[in-house]
């Protein structure tokens, strides 16, 4: 299976994309897909629409959807808690949180900076979650966890809209807080792309010990792992890679949580074979919820966080349901 989905990821990789090309407000025909692609006319209008907005917004889904996924992965097999996830664990939410300052108090950030804060923010959305887990009793459990995750989250999101409030950008704000993925800025995709790639490389140098983790932690060091270790560059890599999707797009929720799951189920235990496909799964599954919600209210535009929560939140019952409060992942 590993190598089915590696093998044909090509194939599914440019069947989503011509259909986020393709669908829109504004039709767009396989032949002007083509035409824009080999024999770009810059006074073409649609030619501008699919190099401007429709490719770009098609990448941003791709590579977001795959960089949560990895983390994702990643934060469920050092933590052995199935319901980890950057949207549940707060990483997410610090990280929106303190864009929201970032674009209040320093209006003309650059977008390098804007990255960084993204990734600070990260970092102290999990510290809080995680900080907390660990004072309260049985915190550290899948759903307590969960539930400080939530709490904190909910939190810091109602500061963050106070905040905006008073400063009159509210409007501004709930962009970051429901996506804006079709208002992605070409340059700052341009950007972000290379610095998830690396987080994406980072966790797959990290698959190994990843794997050995998942096993517990008498196992691992048993195993000769240096445990505290592999968690800070686990959890570095994944404040990096949902740091760089909080910048390009805002906050999206639930990827990192399904998409491990289901790849786990096809392709087994071994991270090595887990963190590709689960960027492969996670990108298309991105990119095909930002294609449903153009259709949901056509010609109107439903927010994708919309989408992805209409699916995300049936899972997260049934995993609560079907695992209870078992602490492995």
């Known amino acids: ?44 209008v649609d030619h501008q629409i699919i190099w401007t907005s429709r490719i770009p917004r098609f990448v941003a889904a791709l590579l977001v959807g795959a960089f949560l996924a990895v ?33 209040i108090f320093l209006p003309n950030i650059s977008n390098a900076s804007l990255i960084i804060i993204s990734m600070i923010g990260s970092a102290i959305g999990a510290g809080l979650v995680f900080g907390f887990g660990s004072i309260i009793r049985d915190g550290l459990s899948p759903v307590r966890l969960a539930i400080i995750g939530t709490i904190i989250g909910t ?10 409030m008073h400063f009159q ?17 070409p340059t700052l995709l341009l950007l972000s792309a290379p610095i998830g790639i690396i987080g994406i490389i980072l966790a797959y140098s990290l698959a190994k010990g990843i794997t050995i983790s998942s096993l517990g932690e008498e196992v691992a060091i048993g195993l000769g792992q240096k445990t505290l270790l592999m968690k800070i560059a686990s959890m570095l890599t994944v404040v990096i890679l ?26 087994g235990v071994d991270y090595r074979y887990i963190i590709p496909c689960a960027a492969i799964i996670g990108g298309c599954f991105l990119a095909l ?33 079907s695992k209870g409060s078992v602490k492995s992942a």
């Not at 939190?155 to 905006?164: E, R, Y």
């Not at 950008?169 to 800025?185: C, E, G, P, R």
């Open 71 to 103: 983390a994702g992965a990643i934060m469920q097999g050092i933590t052995r808690n199935y319901l980890a996830s950057p949207s549940i664990m707060g990483v997410n939410d610090g990280s929106a949180f303190l864009v929201t300052l970032a674009i």
């Open 289 to 321: 919820c930002d294609v449903i919600s153009r259709l949901i209210n056509f010609p109107y535009e439903t927010p994708i966080g919309v989408v992805t929560a209409i699916i995300g939140v049936p899972f997260f019952l049934y995993l609560i349901w």
């Open 169 to 185: 950008v509210s409007q501004t704000i709930t962009l970051w807080y429901n996506s804006k993925i079709h208002l992605v800025d």
């Open 242 to 267: 949902t740091g760089v999707s909080v910048a390009l797009v805002g906050r999206i929720g639930f990827v990192g949580l399904i998409i491990p799951h289901i790849t786990r189920f096809l392709v």
């Open 155 to 164: 939190f810091l999101g109602s500061v963050a809209t106070s905040i905006a």
């Open 1 to 44: 299976m590993p190598v089915f989905i590696l093998a044909s990821s090509p194939f599914f990789i440019v069947i989503v994309m011509v259909s986020s090309v393709i669908i829109g407000t504004k039709d767009i025909t396989i032949e002007e897909i083509y035409q824009a692609i080999f024999h770009f006319n810059e006074s073409n």
